[in-house]
Structure formats: structure tokens, C-alpha cells
T-cell receptor, first 111, second 113 residues
Framework: GNSVTQMEGPVTLSEEAFLTINCTYT??????LFWYVQYPGEGLQLLLK?????DKGSNKGFEATYRKETTSFHLEKGSVQVSDSAVYFC??????????FGPGTRLSVLP | DVKVTQSSRYLVKRTGEKVFLECVQD?????MFWYRQDPGLGLRLIYF???????EKGDIPEGYSVSREKKERFSLILESASTNQTSMYLC????????????FGPGTRLTVL
């Protein structure tokens, strides 16, 4: 079956630090991969996505590359801001099957 | 832009009450979903629907039912609310049978006293 594993949080960083949140997946075929972000008290918003191997998704300074050989989709940002404090979810979508979400990683950025 | 709206952001109900949570999407998506989100447990799928009047159980359907009379609207029903149903409820929609993303509503935080 399909599954998503992501690093346990919480992750606490100082402003302008480099961020990496690891995500690995197990899936049949060729799923699409996503990162969602959830700000306090809100629903999930799509942050970025990649639909095939070697695709790089990017948005708001965040990037993630679809690595089929390592079944990974790690989220990175070169310089985090306090406003990036949120919960980040890695997820996959496979044709005809339900979405699978990782457990979420809480990020806190300190000024 | 796809918009998914939920009827309430915050709701307080009493044990035993019947509770309706409404979700509406405006992009003609076939698939709609209800999740609950609890600290340490992530998102758990309650029910989903891939067409009008169709419904499928997710991972934790006990104590819930759903209704989808129109394509744009998907309702979650708590027949007799209990305190262990206090949670954040998230609705989502998606183009059917695709690799596309899900679009989420803002969530309803339900408290059952």
C-alpha cells in the first residue's frame, strides 16, 4: 500500500536558518507528491507539488524535488522567517486511490 | 481559484445533540472528503464521496454519517454527539480519479460539552 513518512517534530529554528524537513514515501506506480502547510487555526493549504520524477516544486522560497531513486520529497528553504511557523504535511496522490498524508511536522521559527 | 467553504469555524454542542457540518465547493469536483484532525494523530479520513449520492467509509466512520445530495455539497452528520468527537474537522475536494491535489476548507473546530 501507499504510505508517507516524515520527520518527527517539533523543529525549532532561528530566523534566517536553513530548513530541511525529510519526507519519504512508499507507493505503487508513479504518484504525485505534495507539501501542504497549516497555519494555526486554519485548514491545509497546498504549498508545492511535483507530478513526476526529478520535478522540482517551488513556492514562497520553499523547494522540494521528487526523487524516485530514493523515494523522497524533502522540503527545503534557505532562510526561514517567523511567519513560516506552521505544521507541514507531506502527502501523495495515486490514481484512483485516496490521498495519503504524513503525520505532520511542526516548525517554530524564533526571532 | 478553487474555494471550499465550511459552514462554521467554531461550534459548541452538547452531548447527545445531532450536529451537521456543511461543506461546499465551487469547482465541480467529483470527490469530497471529511477528515478529523487531533493532536498527535494527524489527519484521519472519516468518509468520502466520489459522486452525488455515493459515499464510502474512511478509516474512522463510527459515530458519523454523511450526505451528498448535490455535487457541490457534502455534509457530515454526528447523530448523537459525544465528548470524544471534540476535534477539528476538515473538508476537502478533488478532481475525481486523478493525481491532482486536494483543496481544503478552513476547518470547523467542534467542541462537545
Amino acid at each position: 500500500g501507499n504510505s508517507v513518512t516524515q520527520m518527527e517534530g517539533p523543529v525549532t529554528l532561528s530566523e534566517e536558518a536553513f530548513l530541511t524537513i525529510n519526507c519519504t514515501y512508499t507507493a505503487t506506480g508513479y504518484p504525485s507528491l505534495f507539501w501542504y502547510v497549516q497555519y494555526p487555526g486554519e485548514g491545509l493549504q497546498l504549498l508545492l507539488k511535483a507530478t513526476k520524477a526529478d520535478d522540482k516544486g517551488s513556492n514562497k522560497g520553499f523547494e522540494a524535488t521528487y526523487r524516485k531513486e530514493t523515494t523522497s520529497f524533502h522540503l527545503e528553504k534557505g532562510s526561514v522567517q517567523v511567519s513560516d511557523s506552521a505544521v507541514y504535511f507531506c502527502a501523495l496522490s495515486n490514481y484512483g486511490q485516496n490521498f495519503v498524508f504524513g503525520p505532520g511536522t511542526r516548525l517554530s521559527v524564533l526571532p | 481559484d478553487v474555494k471550499v467553504t465550511q459552514s462554521s469555524r467554531y461550534l459548541v454542542k452538547r452531548t447527545g445533540e445531532k450536529v451537521f457540518l456543511e461543506c461546499v465547493q465551487d469547482m465541480d469536483h467529483e470527490n469530497m472528503f471529511w477528515y478529523r484532525q487531533d493532536p498527535g494523530l494527524g489527519l484521519r479520513l472519516i468518509y468520502f464521496s466520489y459522486d452525488v449520492k455515493m459515499k464510502e467509509k474512511g478509516d474512522i466512520p463510527e459515530g458519523y454519517s454523511v450526505s451528498r445530495e448535490k455535487k457541490e455539497r457534502f455534509s457530515l452528520i454526528l447523530e448523537s454527539a459525544s465528548t470524544n468527537q471534540t476535534s477539528m474537522y476538515l473538508c476537502a475536494s478533488k478532481i475525481g480519479n486523478s493525481y491532482n491535489e486536494q483543496f481544503f476548507g478552513p476547518g470547523t473546530r467542534l467542541t462537545v460539552l
